[in-house]
């Protein structure tokens, strides 16, 4: 019988090139030789991961050969396959089933002739025991169920005559898996058991015992193999087949609409973003003891920028994986819920909030498509019943990366502008790799969601610059982790540019509005932005104005305490006259020059520094209604001078409560000159995105041609080395073992006659087998050409694995020239 390891002795080179090329598992790390590799390709997790890539209908064809395989010799036929699967009345295509058998062949799940194939022994360890649903033979079952199928005749008429309940206890267990629970004892003729009963003692179902059940007591029950396929005379021996995937019909959207729709949702993710990490910025989150964000601080969060609570658990995760959240240790006391630690924007929020929308988008969606998070499990319950929260752990899954581009590889495949249901996609999923998709078509909805509340898709189908994107993705995962690939952490982008201007952000770019560097201001007061602003003009109104709603045309509006603010971060009057006549396109209407005018009058006529704090103006009127003023009665102010009021108060807090009084003081220094504030900003320590990181953290690195035959190469001086190893001469393998039973040094007689050896090898450069004893005390043997003997060392060259290796002399147990 020729192993595996003889059959992948016997292959080109090409051949084992392409088969690591399919199974690049097999090569990581590099098997020493063939038949350590043979070893590999049959081990459960090898055998898992082919199996994982396979469609329905290849596994069905595999589910074929198991069951056609020989008992006795374990084999099966390409022939025997085809008469199965496309036996009288099936209209299976014959082609399909080759090729299907081809690929397993290719993958080398199915190995030798076409006449005897033998399936690799990790299958039966992977796969279900019972092959295509079909429970095991009834000679391995029970003697008396095995003389029944062995009369078809009366097979036929026990089945005629099974009642109706018994028979859809049949079909449904033919329909697979095979075996049922066996029910609870019941009087005869009661209950689920009267059936049961019924198929039991008519010799229909075998009683077996589960692997958990109690020894010797059986515990469900089993159809035999040939009853199932009797009952599958409709649809087959291995059920129903789908040779070829399932149509995607879906909507054909006209494309340039699907762009449209999906730039707009694009840059509503970008917006919903910002505002999510500005709010942390004005008031940080604190960071749960078992990590991520409260349920209330969740909330807090959707208030303020008017989210659904899953919307901004997604946005959040994708901003933390983008690296533009971050945590902020606590020097001092702890916050709330006793955490130490605060979740704020990162120091890199800045760079990536003066970038242009396209450029802020495409580093949202690349960290998107690579964070190991399913955000859909927020808000679920965990395996200890309590609630999983945004940025938790336990929303971890190395799986998703996969599940994404699984999806998104089903829409980048259809026409542009088709729109598939989430229900086409899901079932088309599940044809082409089932074992991947089992238990995941949750996850597989969430990332259609996912897609479309980000812009990826529009109107359900994957957008333009969509596409490109997904391009660019594919085209990193092709190198990842090579030496020198990117260490910088900033990867080419598909056209070869580095860094911006991405072919996906240059789609982007045309699709969006183009920023605007002006506003127009109207008589209320409100301003009113034309488009998404420009980076300088965001600033500018984020200093002067509050902003009231956002969407394709932004409005904000001017009012004293925004002045005020403005004047406070040092801007003059006249600054904020320049600026409204030079950014609005409609003049400046007067309330608003009065209304500048105004606070600026009063700003700055009052001054604060620290007595507590001192309270000084030139005009003694106004101090005097300070002092008088009921609403500052806690600040306990005294009148030092006709033009001075102190408190024991500190500077903070006299500012405020002067400005809550309707005042509009400034603070100044110890010389007298006014001190010009900005609001404080906080940022975590910068962070990395996931993008810039493997984008699969379970994807197996794609090997290049000229690699994968250095592989091979590799691998075959290495099976030649030990192949050579098994045969070297007993003299060698057994010197040094006295009485063959363990390692020893050389006797003087054995060592003077080695050496005589070896000098004649030097001589003649003959290929000698060298005994030694290594530094672990084992006895080994090598085949090489002695270059040199002298001080000790006999220095040799092995040129299988072209090394030169040096021997101690006196560890040397005997030497025989090869033959």
């Known amino acids: ?38 070893v590999r390709a049959q081990s459960r997790v090898s055998v898992a991961r082919a199996l994982d890539g396979l469609d329905e209908f290849t596994l069905r064809i595999l589910d074929a050969a198991r069951l056609t395989r020989d008992p006795d010799h374990g084999e099966t036929a390409t022939e025997t396959i085809l008469t199965l699967v496309a036996g009288t009345g099936r209209r299976v295509d014959r082609a399909a089933i080759r090729s299907a058998v081809d690929r397993l062949r290719a993958l080398f ?14 299958v039966d360890e992977v796969c279900s025991p019972y092959p295509a649903g079909l429970g095991r033979p009834a000679a391995e079952l029970d003697p008396e169920t095995a003389a029944l199928v062995a009369d078809p005749a009366r097979l036929r008429r026990t089945l005629l005559a099974a009642p109706p309940p018994a028979r859809a206890i049949l079909d449904r267990l033919a329909a697979g898996p095979p075996v049922g629970t066996l029910p609870a004892a019941a009087p005869p003729g009661e209950g689920a058991a009267a059936p049961v009963s019924w198929l039991v003692d008519n010799r229909l179902l075998v009683p077996v015992t589960e692997p958990s059940g109690l020894a010797g007591k059986p515990t469900a029950v089993e ?28 909507t054909a959207r006209e494309p340039k609409a699907a762009d449209s729709a999906g730039a707009g949702q694009a840059m509503e993710a970008v917006r919903h973003a910002e505002a999510l990490l500005e709010q942390l910025a004005v008031e940080p989150a604190p960071v749960l003891r078992s990590g991520g964000l409260g349920v209330r601080d969740l909330r807090r969060l959707t208030r303020a920028t008017g989210l659904d609570e899953s919307t901004a658990a997604l946005l959040l995760e994708v901003a933390y994986a983008a690296g533009l959240l971050g945590e902020l240790d606590l020097p001092g006391a702890a916050t709330r819920n006793g955490a130490d630690q ?15 929308l396209a450029h802020r988008w495409e580093h949202l969606a690349r960290a998107w498509l690579t964070m190991t998070r399913q955000v859909g499990l927020v808000g679920q319950r965990d395996d200890r019943d309590r609630p999983i929260t945004v940025l938790s752990a336990e929303a971890e899954r190395a799986g998703v990366p996969a599940v994404r581009r699984a999806v998104l590889d089903v829409l980048g495949d259809l026409e542009p502008g088709a729109a598939p249901s989430v229900d086409e996609v899901v079932d088309l999923l599940a044809w082409r790799s089932p074992r991947r998709s089992l238990g995941r078509e949750a996850g597989q ?38 030496p020198g690939d990117d ?59 509050e902003h009231e709603s956002a969407g394709g045309a932004s409005v904000y509006r001017v009012t004293g305490a925004s002045v005020r603010r403005a004047l406070d971060a040092g801007y003059a009057a006249e600054d904020l006259h320049a600026l409204f006549t030079r950014r609005s396109r409609t003049p400046v209407p007067q309330g608003l020059t009065y209304l500048i005018d105004d606070v600026a009058r009063k700003h700055g006529g009052l001054r604060v520094g620290s007595a507590g704090a001192y309270l000084r103006s030139d005009d003694e009127a106004l101090l005097t209604e300070v002092l008088a003023d009921r609403r500052l009665a806690p600040m306990s102010l005294r009148r ?20 809550e009084a309707g005042y509009a003081p400034v603070s100044e220094d110890a010389t007298g000159a006014t001190v010009l504030t900005r609001p404080k900003v906080r940022r975590a320590p910068a962070r990395g995105s996931v993008a810039n990181r493997v984008a699969d953290p379970l994807a197996t690195p794609r090997l290049s041609p000229p690699r994968l035959l250095g592989i091979v190469e590799q691998i075959r001086r290495g099976d030649a080395a030990a192949r050579a190893a098994r045969r070297a001469p007993s003299t060698v393998r057994g010197a040094g073992r006295p009485g063959g039973a363990g390692p020893g040094m050389p006797t003087a007689h054995a060592h003077t006659q080695a050496l005589a050896v070896l000098q004649q090898a030097v001589r003649d450069k003959a ?30 060259e092995d040129e299988r694995t072209e090394m030169l290796h040096t021997f101690a002399l006196h560890r040397i147990t005997a030497a025989v020239l090869d033959e």
């Open 223 to 250: 159809l035999p193999r040939e009853i199932g396929l009797l009952l599958r005379r409709e649809s087959g021996p291995l059920g129903p087949l789908r040779p070829t995937p399932p149509t995607v019909a879906g």
């Open 109 to 122: 799940l199915l190995y030798g002739p076409e006449e005897s194939l033998r399936i690799v022994p990790g």
């Open 767 to 796: 290929l000698v087998w060298v005994g030694y004893v290594d530094a672990h005390g084992a006895t080994a043997s090598r085949l090489v050409r002695p270059v040199s003997i002298g001080a000790g060392y006999l220095r040799a």
């Open 640 to 659: 030092l001078a006709p033009t001075v009021l102190t408190t024991p108060h500190l500077v903070g807090r006299l500012l405020a409560a002067l400005r």
């Open 1 to 38: 019988m020729t192993t595996l390891a003889d059959h992948l002795r016997a292959l080109p080179d090409e051949a084992l090139a392409a088969l690591f090329r399919l199974r690049p598992d097999l090569v990581v790390p590099v098997p020493t030789d063939l038949s350590a590799l043979a």
């Open 445 to 482: 909805r969430e990332v259609l969601a996912e897609a479309a509340l980000l812009g990826v898709t529009g109107l359900g189908a994957l957008t333009t610059y969509g596409r490109l994107l997904l391009a660019q993705w594919t085209a990193g995962e092709t190198r990842p982790g090579e």
């Open 487 to 545: 260490p910088l952490g900033v990867r080419p982008d598909a056209d070869g540019a580095a860094g911006g201007g991405s072919a996906a952000v240059r789609a982007l770019d045309a699709l969006l509005p183009a920023p605007v560097d002006h506003f127009l201001v109207q008589a209320d007061l409100t301003v009113v932005v034309p488009g998404p602003p420009e980076p300088t003009v965001a600033a500018e109104l984020a200093t002067v104005a």
């Open 342 to 356: 605060q979740m704020l924007p990162a120091a890199g929020y800045e760079g990536w909030r003066d970038g242009s």
